[in-house]
């Protein structure tokens, strides 16, 4: 049982380049989120999404974009990256509201020169 | 911005002295939940708590939740090397699945 699962680990992009991150979930969970960390910001909401084909916007969804085709996959896309985006960034996936433990990738590491 | 607040941001201590953290929320909470990320890995949930005025206890971790539902607590007894790492409160804000993570208070430990 693999729980979340991040891909790429780590990318650098030049500014202006795109990318995908892809967050697959193998525990049928509804809920899955996109957050950003930065050293002395904890951690930042950007998108998320409580089913298949739904998303909505966090604290900081500027920048970004999110897609939920399947249920198991949250993807996120930046479409013209910037220095400002250089951070790790963690999927998370939980099973409902009320009781939504979230269950954690190992994150994805980003620079953008 | 944040809305959910933790004090301190740092924390050094001793091996085996006690540690706090607290978390400060603007609005009622219906939950709060407390997560530990290790130095260079990822979140790991710890604990939930309901109830207003709840207590739970893991082994030396103590967790409270305010009568208010708006503040919580983790209080680590005998701190150890292993307790090293930052330590979140999270809770919803403006529904239930929007998950919100306070900024963190990074626990150190001197041997």
């Known amino acids: 049982n693999a729980g979340v699962t991040q891909t790429p680990k780590f990318r650098v992009l030049k500014t202006g380049q795109s990318m995908t991150l892809l967050c697959a979930q193998d525990?049928?969970?509804?809920?899955m989120y996109w957050y950003r960390q930065d050293p002395g910001m904890g951690l930042r909401l950007i998108h998320y999404s409580v089913g298949e084909g739904t998303t909505a916007k966090g604290e900081v969804p500027d920048g970004y974009n999110v897609s939920r085709l399947k249920k198991q996959n949250f993807l996120l896309g930046l479409e013209s990256a910037a220095p400002s985006q250089t951070s790790v960034y963690f999927c998370?996936?939980?099973?409902?509201?009320?009781?939504?433990?979230?269950?954690f990738g190992a994150g994805s590491r980003l620079t953008v020169l | 911005g944040q809305q959910v607040m933790q004090i301190p941001q740092y924390q050094h201590v001793q091996e085996g002295e006690d540690f706090t953290t607290y978390c400060n929320s603007s609005t009622t909470l219906s939950n709060i939940q407390w997560y530990k990320q290790r130095p260079g890995g990822h979140p790991v949930f710890l604990i939930q708590?309901?109830?207003?005025?709840e207590v739970k206890k893991q082994k030396r971790l103590t967790f409270q939740f305010g009568e208010a539902k708006k503040n919580s607590s983790l209080h680590i007894t005998a701190t150890q090397t292993t307790d090293v790492g930052t330590y979140f409160c999270?809770?919803?804000?403006?529904?239930?699945?929007?998950?919100?993570f306070g900024s963190g208070t990074r626990l150190s430990i001197r041997p």
């Open positions: 525990m049928n969970h509804e809920y």
């Open positions: 708590l309901v109830k207003s005025g």
């Open positions: 998370a996936s939980g099973p409902r509201a009320g009781a939504n433990v979230l269950t």
């Open positions: 999270a809770g919803p804000r403006s529904s239930a699945s929007k998950i919100i």
